[in-house]
């Protein structure tokens, strides 16, 4: 299959624009445009939409013009052509009779590679690894419109401009134009570039170059900004994400033609064009749900996994505690996840979690500070089914035979006084205050004042106990008891002295 398609691709860029024109008017396609317009077209639609039929009329369009060329009369001996010569000859008519174009030895005409996307020159005839770039969560590819293709410099200027050109189809025309608005003026359905190193040894995050800039047909596309730095002396960094085109493009048969405008400071990047359809986090959520839920038991054989005692520790483990509160959020737990890689068995909430990475991708565990992939993700059952049971605890313990238990004593404790009691009777008709003690017995508080301060006397067991003098008292204390005592001399004066009443109430009075 790669062979024909190279002997496909040359064959079209051997065409002259009357073939180019036969062949896109064969599929459908806009056959208006200069002739290297119609070579990018022919050649994109032989990459992504080569089909036996179209195949079968390339070759036909072929072997007619070269069956036209065989049949004049030879006016100088057959030699070998290079690249160069092959086009330059054919576009003059020459007589010179041609050898059929197959397998990958021909190599590509250079004449062509400042024609097909702008984006240097055509493969070699080695092929060399693909640049892949990572998947992302929010975005489900639909089609790819340009393959990941390296941005080549033209000459020595630090800023270099790199054209791309191609054609939407019919049917991708159809799916952005029949696609929901997730919100005014974006649709679910879009064309996105993505750009990242050239490093084929792994898939690539996205990764803008320095001074980029996208220009869409006659328009500037806004690419993401830095984020503002509060640290000093770090850095801003930008966001690299996939960049929206689909506003800016031609929705119909018309070409597009796209300007990427990058720094070149000895970093080698690709770019890519493909068609998604991008989720929110709902509907990654319902998926997570639908398929990334873990049995209660698988989760209940893991703890025990964890608490099996170690032979070769001195230490052993009888049990594990897990918080029912979201370590992003400080909120109860709604949905319980954690990543298969994880190592712990702390989760947080799913919803809050991709919310989270919708608006700024990390995926990052908020726990153990690792990654944490979407693909990754699984929502713990046992812990659904404690949450559902255990609502008046907020965090639960494992132990060693898989079973759980609320912690609720320390939240009790926290509630009670830390300072002592002093626990406050009645008055008797003597004026004494009567305080109970733990063997049974009452105490007497005298009610009488000092020069300096107030003396407080109890009965232990029958027996009188030491006066407490209380130097907490002032002047103005003291004073305002003299004044009482006058009060009470006049009121002795002119009748019976009412009960003195206890100035403190009955009950618990902390002493702090």
Known sequence: MAAELVEAKNMVMSFRVSDLQMLLGFVGRSKSGLKHELVTRALQLVQFDCSPELFKKIKELYETRYAKKSSEPISQPHRPLDPLTMHSTYDRASTVPRTPLTGPNIDYPVLYGKYLNGLGRLPAKTLKPEVRLVKLPFFNMLDELLKPTELVPQNNEKLQESPCIFALTPRQVELIRNSRELQPGVKAVQVVLRICYSDTSSPQEDQYPPNIAVKVNHSYCSVPGYYPSNKPGVEPKRPCRPINLTHLMYLSSATNRITVTWGNYGKSYSVALYLVRQLTSSELLQRLKTIGVKHPELCKALVKEKLRLDPDSEIATTGVRVSLICPLVKMRLSVPCRAETCAHLQCFDAVFYLQMNEKKPTWMCPVC????????????????????????????????????????????????????????????????????????????????????????????????????????????????????????????????????????????????
């Open 369 to 512: 500070d690792k990654p944490a992939p979407y693909d990754q993700l699984i929502i713990d059952g046992l812990l659904s089914k404690i949450l559902s049971e255990c609502e008046d605890a907020d965090e639960i313990e494992y132990l060693v035979d898989g079973s759980w238990c609320p912690i609720r004593a320390e939240k009790e404790r926290s509630c009670s006084p830390q300072c002592p009691i002093l626990v406050l009777g009645t008055s008797d008709a003597n004026g004494l205050l009567s305080s109970p003690n733990v063997n049974g017995s009452s105490g007497s508080m005298l009610g009488g004042s000092g020069g300096g301060g107030g003396t407080v006397g109890s009965i232990e067991n029958g027996k009188p106990g030491a006066d407490v003098v209380d130097l907490t008292l002032d002047s103005s204390s003291s004073s305002e008891e003299e004044e009482e005592e006058e009060d009470e001399e006049d009121e002795e004066e002119d009748g019976p002295r009412a009960k003195r009443r206890c100035p403190f109430q009955k009950g618990l009075v902390s002493a702090c």
